[in-house]
């Protein structure tokens, strides 16, 4: 079984920051590409940051892009949010995603989903 479990959200004021954290468990043999997706009230899950296997590539939402910064431990399976110059709009459920093979018998790796981290940026 493999769990992921973000942490690190909370409330803070417009133009401050957080760092999200996520940690995958479990049965793991290898983690592909990791990433953060979020979900504000009323409105569908979006994409916010991806990173490769290396962490040499980097995706990001255009919303967020220039103010959050994905990175990644695999020695640890974690991956991080760093979120800066928060805007009352970063308001969201924020999700880890990750694409893991759980057992080397298997030729492509399952998605997964953490339950949720709140994040609320007030004015």
């Known amino acids: 079984q493999v769990q992921l479990v973000e942490s690190g959200g909370g409330l803070v004021q417009a133009g401050g920051s957080l760092r999200l954290s996520c940690a995958a468990s479990g049965s793991i043999f290898s983690i592909n590409a990791m990433g953060w997706y979020r979900q504000a009230p009323g409105k569908e899950r979006e994409f916010v940051a991806a990173i490769s296997w290396s962490g040499g590539n980097t995706y990001y939402a255009d919303s967020v892009k220039g103010r959050f910064t994905i990175s990644r431990d695999n020695a640890k399976n974690t991956v991080d949010l760093q979120m800066n110059s928060l805007k009352p709009e970063d308001t969201a459920v924020y999700y880890c995603?990750?694409?893991?093979?759980?057992?080397?018998?298997?030729?492509?790796?399952?998605?997964?989903w953490g339950k949720g981290t709140l994040v609320t940026v007030s004015l």
């Open positions: 995603n990750a694409d893991i093979r759980s057992s080397r018998l298997l030729r492509v790796g399952m998605d997964y």
